[in-house]
T-cell receptor, first 115, second 113 residues
């Protein structure tokens, strides 16, 4: 089944404790992206990747890191989480960013709470 | 720069009535517009998108959207609402050659039986 998977789905952690949220897609998609969803703010893009070893900042990259060493995986790293990073996080992928193939497929989300 | 506005936090409609969820956008260049839907505790799902051509775009689950260039709008519509349509709807925009996709804040649709 074609899908985007994220792990963990739920995470409660404490300020400053490094964490990684994994994202994997099995559709051979080139483009992958991370979003955070907050009430009243909608979805905001954190980072995106056009292909392996090619990443770029979205609208809210501060406090986050990403890497794209393999096409299928795009982990989100919080090296020193803070309470303002408490949010619902979504990973998404699309075949490419060519207009005809830029429909994004979303993972189920990771609800992160930073105490 | 690109931006999307969804002016209504919530839309309530009676089952069987037509529904409209509003979206306006601002871009430099030609817009490529999307609607996504999010059911409770789920990720977003693609509904439809406008690239070029016919201003009326048909999508999944009986939804359609009308692109209006002069009003910079891309409103989502459905002729007859179902209770199962109750969800959070997001409008999104990008422009060609630009890899970022900008989402609106979402509109909660409540269909009342």
């Amino acid at each position: 089944e074609a899908q985007v998977t994220q792990n963990p789905r739920y995470l409660i952690t404490v300020t400053g404790k490094k964490l990684t949220v994994t994202c994997s897609q099995n559709m051979n998609h080139e483009y992958m992206s991370w979003y955070r969803q907050d009430p009243g703010l909608g979805l905001r893009q954190i980072y995106y990747s056009m292909n392996v070893e090619v990443t770029d900042k979205g609208d809210v990259p501060e406090g986050y890191k990403v890497s794209r060493k393999e096409k299928r995986n795009f982990p989100l790293i919080l090296e020193s989480p803070s309470p303002n990073q408490t949010s619902l996080y979504f990973c998404a992928s699309s075949l490419s960013m060519i207009i005809s193939t830029d429909t994004q497929y979303f993972g189920p989300g990771t609800r992160l709470t930073v105490l | 720069a690109q931006s999307v506005a969804q002016p209504e936090d919530q839309v309530n409609v009676a089952e069987g009535n037509p529904l409209t969820v509003k979206c306006t956008y601002s871009v430099s260049g030609n817009p490529y517009l999307f609607w996504y839907v999010q059911y409770p505790n789920r990720g977003l799902q693609f509904l439809l998108k406008y690239i070029t051509g016919d201003n009326l775009v048909k999508g999944s689950y009986g939804f359609e959207a009308e692109f209006n260039k002069s009003q910079t709008s891309f409103h989502l519509k459905k002729p007859s609402a179902l209770v199962s349509d109750s969800a959070l709807y997001f409008c999104a925009v990008r422009t060609g050659g630009y890899q970022k996709v900008t989402f609106g804040i979402g509109t909660k649709l409540q269909v009342i039986p």
